[in-house]
C-alpha cells in the first residue's frame, strides 16, 4: 500500500485549488476523478466574476470579457446593466479544468482521473481508499452535488436543486458578444433563469428550473430563433447537472474527512454561482490541511468552518423566488427603477445584497444603462 497524507476525492474547481495548495506546501497529496480525464463532460457554463480573475491569473486565452448584462423580462423588453471596471470571464471551460489539474500536478499533487472510487474504509488512524491502493491521513470530499464522500462518512447532503441544461453552438449569429444574455421567465426556467453566452468560440445556450420541472432547453431554442440567427448553427455538446441552492449541509466534516465545493454546499442559493466559492474555499481548505498535518496547527475543517461566510438572507431569497411569481407581474416589476436596481446589485456585487457597497448603490440610486453612463462614480 501506499502511504499519503491527503486523498482529494473530485477534480473539479474545488478539489483542484484544495490540492494544488496542499501540495505546494509539502503535503503528500492524490487527486482521484472519475472522469477519464481533466475537463470530460463538464457540469458547469465557466462563467468567472471578476474577483475570480483578479485572484487566479486564469490564461487569457481561455476566457472571453464581457462587461454587460442584457436581462430580458418574459414579455421580450430588455434593458442593460454595467458597473464601471467590472466585468464577466466567459470561459473554455473544459481548457480551465484542464489547466487546473496541470496546475496543481506542477505544485506536486499526482492526479488520477477514471479512478472509480467505491469507499473509504477506517484503518488505526488512515483511510483505505477502495478501491485504490492509497491509505490517507485526510480524505477531501470535492465530489460535486450527490457526493459519494459525504454518503461514506455520514455527513449531511444536498437536498435542494437546480436541474440545468446548457447546449453549445457554432456559428449563431446576431448575439451582441458585450453582453451576458439573461432570461428571466417563470414558465420556462421557474426557481431561477436562462441564458446566452457569447463564449470563448462556441455560444452557450442554456436554463436551469427547480428540480422537480424538466428543463425545457428545445422550448427556449424556439423562442431564441426569433430572437438570433440560428440558420447555420451546429451544436457541438450539450451539459446537463445539479445544482445545490439549499445551503451549507448540515455537517461538512468528521474525523479525516471533509468536504469543500458543491459537496459541502459552498454554492449561492440566489445566484446558483459556486466556482468562486469552490476556488477560494478550496484555497483555504489546501493551507489549513498544511499547516495541521505538517506543523501541528488547527483541525482545518474548523478553520474552514470559521472562514465560510452564512448564506442566510440568500437562502430567504430563494424561498421567495421558488414561489413562481406570475410572468404578468415579472414583466410589471422590471419596469421600475428600484427593481433594476436590485438586479445590479445582485450581477455586480460579489456579495449581492450581502454587500454594504451593494446597499450604499442602492440608497444612492445607481445602475447602469451603457459602459459611459452610470448614476455612480
Given at each position: 500500500?501506499?502511504?499519503i497524507?491527503?486523498?482529494?476525492?473530485?477534480?473539479?474547481?474545488?478539489?483542484m485549488?484544495c490540492?494544488a495548495?496542499?501540495?505546494?506546501r509539502?503535503?503528500?497529496?492524490v487527486v482521484?476523478?472519475?472522469?477519464p480525464?481533466?475537463?470530460?463532460?463538464?457540469?458547469?457554463?465557466?462563467i468567472?466574476?471578476?474577483e475570480?480573475?483578479?485572484?487566479?491569473?486564469?490564461?487569457?486565452?481561455?476566457?472571453?470579457?464581457?462587461?454587460g448584462?442584457r436581462l430580458?423580462?418574459?414579455?421580450?423588453?430588455?434593458?442593460?446593466?454595467?458597473?464601471?471596471g467590472?466585468?464577466?470571464?466567459?470561459?473554455?471551460?473544459p481548457?480551465?479544468?484542464r489547466?487546473?489539474?496541470q496546475?496543481?500536478?506542477?505544485?506536486?499533487?499526482?492526479?488520477r482521473?477514471?479512478e472509480?472510487?467505491?469507499?473509504?474504509?477506517?484503518?488505526?488512524?488512515?483511510?483505505?481508499?477502495?478501491?485504490t491502493?492509497?491509505?490517507?491521513?485526510?480524505v477531501?470530499?470535492?465530489?460535486?452535488?450527490?457526493?459519494?464522500?459525504?454518503?461514506?462518512?455520514?455527513?449531511?447532503?444536498?437536498?435542494?436543486?437546480l436541474?440545468?441544461?446548457?447546449?453549445?453552438f457554432?456559428?449563431?449569429?446576431?448575439?451582441?458578444?458585450?453582453?451576458?444574455?439573461?432570461?428571466?421567465d417563470?414558465?420556462?426556467?421557474?426557481g431561477?433563469?436562462?441564458?446566452?453566452?457569447?463564449?470563448?468560440?462556441?455560444?452557450?445556450?442554456g436554463?436551469?428550473?427547480?428540480?422537480?420541472?424538466a428543463?425545457?432547453?428545445?422550448?427556449?431554442?424556439?423562442?431564441?430563433?426569433?430572437?438570433?440567427?440560428f440558420?447555420?448553427?451546429?451544436?457541438?455538446?450539450?451539459?446537463?447537472?445539479?445544482?445545490?441552492?439549499?445551503?451549507?449541509?448540515?455537517?461538512t466534516?468528521?474525523e479525516?474527512?471533509?468536504?469543500?465545493?458543491?459537496?459541502?454546499?459552498?454554492?449561492s442559493?440566489?445566484t446558483?454561482g459556486?466556482?468562486?466559492?469552490?476556488?477560494?474555499?478550496?484555497?483555504?481548505a489546501?493551507v489549513?490541511?498544511?499547516?495541521?498535518?505538517?506543523d501541528?496547527?488547527?483541525?482545518?475543517?474548523?478553520?474552514?468552518?470559521?472562514?465560510?461566510?452564512?448564506f442566510?438572507?440568500?437562502?430567504a431569497?430563494?424561498?421567495?423566488?421558488?414561489?413562481?411569481?406570475?410572468?404578468?407581474?415579472v414583466?410589471?416589476?422590471?419596469?421600475?427603477?428600484?427593481?433594476?436596481?436590485?438586479?445590479q446589485?445582485?450581477?455586480?456585487?460579489?456579495?449581492?445584497?450581502m454587500?454594504r457597497?451593494?446597499?450604499?448603490?442602492?440608497?444612492?440610486g445607481?445602475?447602469?444603462?451603457?459602459?459611459?453612463?452610470?448614476?455612480?462614480?
Amino acid at each position: 500500500m501506499r502511504e499519503i497524507d491527503l486523498a482529494v476525492i473530485g477534480g473539479g474547481y474545488a478539489g483542484m485549488a484544495c490540492a494544488a495548495a496542499a501540495a505546494a506546501r509539502g503535503v503528500r497529496t492524490v487527486v482521484l476523478d472519475r472522469k477519464p480525464a481533466p475537463g470530460s463532460k463538464p457540469h458547469t457554463t465557466g462563467i468567472l466574476v471578476k474577483e475570480v480573475a483578479d485572484a487566479w491569473d486564469v490564461p487569457r486565452y481561455l476566457t472571453r470579457k464581457i462587461a454587460g448584462v442584457r436581462l430580458y423580462a418574459p414579455g421580450g423588453a430588455s434593458f442593460d446593466l454595467y458597473s464601471p471596471g467590472y466585468y464577466f470571464l466567459a470561459t473554455d471551460t473544459p481548457g480551465v479544468l484542464r489547466w487546473l489539474a496541470q496546475r496543481a500536478k506542477v505544485r506536486g499533487a499526482a492526479v488520477r482521473f477514471g479512478e472509480h472510487i467505491e469507499g473509504f474504509k477506517r484503518q488505526h488512524d488512515r483511510w483505505l481508499i477502495r478501491p485504490t491502493d492509497l491509505v490517507t491521513r485526510w480524505v477531501v470530499g470535492a465530489d460535486g452535488a450527490r457526493s459519494m464522500v459525504a454518503r461514506q462518512a455520514g455527513l449531511g447532503v444536498n437536498r435542494r436543486f437546480l436541474v440545468g441544461v446548457e447546449a453549445a453552438f457554432e456559428n449563431v449569429r446576431g448575439v451582441d458578444g458585450d453582453h451576458l444574455h439573461v432570461f428571466v421567465d417563470s414558465q420556462l426556467a421557474p426557481g431561477y433563469i436562462a441564458w446566452v453566452v457569447p463564449g470563448v468560440s462556441e455560444t452557450q445556450v442554456g436554463l436551469a428550473c427547480k428540480a422537480n420541472r424538466a428543463p425545457q432547453l428545445n422550448r427556449f431554442l424556439q423562442q431564441l430563433s426569433k430572437r438570433f440567427d440560428f440558420t447555420h448553427a451546429v451544436e457541438v455538446s450539450r451539459r446537463r447537472g445539479l445544482i445545490p441552492v439549499g445551503g451549507l449541509v448540515r455537517r461538512t466534516s468528521r474525523e479525516g474527512v471533509m468536504l469543500i465545493g458543491d459537496a459541502a454546499g459552498m454554492v449561492s442559493p440566489l445566484t446558483a454561482g459556486g466556482i468562486h466559492t469552490a476556488l477560494g474555499y478550496g484555497r483555504v481548505a489546501g493551507v489549513a490541511l498544511a499547516d495541521h498535518l505538517l506543523d501541528g496547527g488547527p483541525d482545518p475543517a474548523a478553520v474552514l468552518r470559521r472562514s465560510v461566510k452564512p448564506f442566510g438572507f440568500k437562502q430567504a431569497m430563494r424561498w421567495a423566488i421558488d414561489r413562481q411569481p406570475p410572468n404578468a407581474l415579472v414583466d410589471a416589476m422590471l419596469k421600475l427603477g428600484p427593481v433594476r436596481a436590485l438586479a445590479q446589485a445582485v450581477f455586480y456585487h460579489h456579495r449581492g445584497l450581502m454587500s454594504r457597497a451593494a446597499w450604499r448603490d442602492l440608497a444612492a440610486g445607481c445602475f447602469g444603462h451603457s459602459p459611459n453612463h452610470n448614476t455612480c462614480p
